[in-house]
Nanobody, 118 residues
Framework: QVQLVESGGGSVQPGGSLRLSCATS????????MAWYRQAPGKQRELVAA???????NYPDSMKGRFTISRDNAKNTVYLQMNSLEPEDTAVYYC????????????WGQGTQVTVSS
């Protein structure tokens, strides 16, 4: 069975950094586009970053270049380096996998809480 497990969340002061990890199993990792989403209370889930199986990243303009997504296909793991964190970054961060071929199918992790406050 497919499993995505996020880790690395926690509490940090404004300006601090966190590195999130998403360990996957049960899928052909290299054939899945991986992404990080986040959802703050009262807001819709939004895309933070995505990365293709070949390692090409993509970021929404709103991320301001503070986040970096990467993947290690040998470890079936995707990462999100978060720098210069702001209180507005407080949210539950979710790992997402979408296979590149065949019927579209999304897999989601349970999420990890990131809290940025003084």
């Amino acid at each position: 069975q497919v499993q995505l497990v996020e880790s690395g969340g926690g509490s940090v002061q404004p300006g601090g950094s966190l590195r999130l990890s998403c360990a996957t199993s049960g899928l052909i990792f290299s054939l899945n586009v991986m992404a990080w989403y986040r959802q703050a209370p009262g807001k819709q889930r939004e895309l933070v970053a995505a990365i293709t199986g070949g390692g090409s990243p993509n970021y929404p303009d709103s991320m301001k270049g503070r986040f970096t997504i990467s993947r290690d296909n040998a470890k079936n793991t995707v990462y999100l380096q978060m720098n210069s964190l702001e209180p507005e970054d407080t949210a539950v961060y979710y790992c997402n996998a979408r296979r590149s071929f065949g019927p579209l199918r999304d897999y989601w992790g349970q999420g990890t809480q990131v809290t940025v406050s003084s």
